[in-house]
């Protein structure tokens, strides 16, 4: 009898576990969306800060996965931590390698997150050509397996030229960045058909080995439809960084 009753328990209290568990996709995308719509998002906050690297390590077994959760909550905490002291933003060097983002029992800079995490371990100012090695354990289990380069037209960090902040989800995600990739570039971009000349977005210039160099960024103007043919030249507009949250946009499903 004792044993049956210990048997019950412990089935009752897997069966609880198991119905417990945190979708923590699910959880990046209420934080973002709460904040879009100006609703509460500490309870979103408070379980991404008790979560464990075994947590997310369990459950953010594919890049589509891991690239959607990151991107989230990157643009997430964007917009808490300038709403909260826009200030910060006057010394950006400093506000983007401060750790703040407290999750996997780790404290994150948005550095880190985007160049270590989402980035592969690439140094932030190398153009994307140079890797770090020797990385610690969360980043070594965390980041992405492959660099998706549109990622660089999904993160939002504070500024007026960054692109619009839309949630994202694993399920959908090709989709999601193929319509936010090119409805940025389109208001990014001019082309001059004398010359074959495109101007577009500073981001091509400095993470250019992510597109695959500048030959690859200038085919993706054109695989995009943003010119009407892969451009001869590619100049690149001044970047914006004047402080501009709650610039949201809505994917069309």
């Avoid at 009753?5 to 417990?20: C, E, P, R, V």
């Avoid at 800060?49 to 953010?60: A, F, I, K, Y």
């Avoid at 995600?173 to 101007?199: G, H, S, V």
């Amino acid at each position: 009898m004792k044993k049956f009753f210990l048997i019950l328990i412990l089935t009752s209290a897997f069966n609880f576990k198991a119905q417990d568990t945190v979708n923590y996709n699910e959880v990046s995308q209420d934080l973002l969306q709460n904040i879009m719509d100006n609703k509460s998002y500490e309870k979103q906050v408070k379980i991404l800060e008790e979560s464990t690297l075994e947590d997310l390590v369990s459950q953010l077994k594919t890049d589509n996965q891991k690239i959607a959760f990151w991107v989230n909550v990157y643009n997430s905490f964007i917009q808490i931590s300038l709403t909260e002291n826009p200030k910060e933003y006057e010394d950006r060097g400093a506000y983007f390698k401060k750790p703040r983002v407290k999750i996997a029992g780790e404290t994150l800079s948005f550095d880190e997150i985007e160049h270590d995490i989402l980035r592969r371990s690439r140094i932030k100012l190398s153009w994307g050509y140079l890797r770090k090695y020797f990385r610690p354990k969360y980043e070594r289990k965390l980041r992405v397996k492959n660099i998706d380069w549109r990622i660089h037209f999904a993160l939002n960090c504070g500024a007026k030229s960054c692109p619009p902040v839309a949630v994202f989800t694993p399920e959908d995600l090709d989709t999601e960045f193929d319509f936010m990739t090119t409805e940025y570039l389109k208001e990014q971009t001019t082309y001059d058909k004398e010359t074959r000349t495109a101007t577009s977005v500073s981001l091509f210039s400095w993470f250019r080995a992510d597109f695959g160099g500048l030959c690859g960024a200038r085919q993706i103007l054109a695989d995009y439809n943003i010119t009407p043919e892969k451009p001869k030249k590619l100049k690149f507009s001044n970047y914006d960084w004047t402080l501009s949250l709650g610039n949201f946009r809505k994917i069309p499903k």
